[in-house]
């Protein structure tokens, strides 16, 4: 039996038809809902971790393919986080890593996927390049491009480097979609936590302006008088 074979049969094994409704609709995946269509087994992600750490090494490309192709949510995120431990544990295989996960961003389409996959990968690639690659996923049509695009970022973050988080943010300021709101304000949230006064800066311009949602993560480690402030607007 191959690995991937194994590794979809030790999957099913761990299904959870009870997790999985109540997965189901937490991830919107009704007709017209941004998940409609997605598949699950109702598996935890601690337990999707265990798997992707005994597998990583021995799952290739054109296995990671059909997982990431596949309909069952389960299976495109441990394929991710398969992705993530080939990017840390090979260097010389990073640039393939990251190549093949630009090629699938149709596949990484919700945003468990891109959280857990892209600042590890995007992001810690970029870290010391050009970063042209997020200002194109930002001018996207798709949902799940400009969310990876915004939190890749979080890499940079990490490194008290900010300026593309604000730049992507600002693009995003008059983006309609609520997951965009959470992901933009998560990030300028975490941009406050580093330097209060950047984050203060961005909002003294754009506060009034900003998407409700995106305003309340932004400001949610402030005191409540200044919450308060912000949003009596």
């Given at each position: 039996?191959?690995?991937?074979?194994?590794?979809?049969?030790?999957?099913?094994?761990?299904?959870?038809?009870?997790?999985?409704?109540?997965?189901?609709?937490?991830?919107?995946?009704?007709?017209?809902?941004?998940?409609?269509?997605?598949?699950?087994?109702?598996?935890?992600?601690?337990?999707?971790?265990?798997?992707?750490?005994?597998?990583?090494?021995?799952?290739?490309?054109?296995?990671?393919?059909?997982?990431?192709?596949?309909?069952?949510?389960?299976e495109r995120l441990i394929a991710?986080?398969?992705?993530?431990?080939?990017?840390?544990?090979?260097?010389?295989?990073?640039?393939?890593?990251?190549?093949?996960?630009?090629?699938?961003?149709?596949?990484?389409?919700?945003?468990?996927?891109?959280?857990?996959?892209?600042?590890?990968?995007?992001?810690?690639?970029?870290?010391?390049?050009?970063?042209?690659?997020?200002?194109?996923?930002?001018?996207?049509?798709?949902?799940?491009?400009?969310?990876?695009?915004?939190?890749?970022?979080?890499?940079?973050?990490?490194?008290?480097?900010?300026?593309?988080?604000?730049?992507?943010?600002?693009?995003?300021?008059?983006?309609?979609?609520?997951?965009?709101?959470?992901?933009?304000?998560?990030?300028?949230?975490?941009?406050?936590?580093?330097?209060?006064?950047?984050?203060?800066?961005?909002?003294?311009?754009?506060?009034?302006?900003?998407?409700?949602?995106?305003?309340?993560?932004?400001?949610?480690?402030?005191?409540?008088?200044?919450?308060?402030?912000?949003?009596?607007?």
């Amino acid at each position: 039996m191959s690995s991937l074979q194994n590794l979809r049969k030790e999957l099913k094994s761990l299904a959870n038809p009870e997790k999985a409704k109540i997965l189901q609709g937490f991830f919107k995946t009704g007709k017209g809902q941004y998940g409609e269509g997605d598949v699950f087994f109702g598996i935890v992600v601690p337990e999707q971790r265990k798997l992707a750490k005994k597998y990583w090494n021995s799952i290739g490309p054109q296995d990671l393919q059909i997982l990431l192709n596949s309909e069952v949510h389960e299976e495109r995120l441990i394929a991710l986080l398969i992705l993530v431990k080939k990017y840390e544990n090979s260097e010389i295989a990073r640039q393939l890593v990251f190549d093949f996960y630009l090629e699938n961003t149709r596949n990484i389409n919700n945003w468990d996927l891109v959280d857990l996959s892209a600042p590890n990968i995007v992001g810690k690639f970029l870290l010391d390049k050009k970063r042209d690659v997020l200002y194109d996923l930002v001018k996207s049509s798709n949902l799940w491009d400009k969310r990876i695009s915004i939190i890749s970022t979080f890499s940079f973050i990490r490194e008290k480097d900010f300026e593309d988080t604000l730049k992507i943010s600002e693009i995003l300021l008059k983006d309609e979609h609520d997951l965009i709101h959470k992901a933009v304000g998560w990030m300028l949230r975490e941009v406050g936590k580093r330097d209060v006064n950047i984050l203060e800066d961005f909002l003294s311009k754009h506060y009034r302006h900003m998407p409700r949602t995106m305003l309340r993560y932004a400001i949610e480690k402030f005191d409540e008088k200044k919450r308060k402030k912000y949003l009596a607007k």
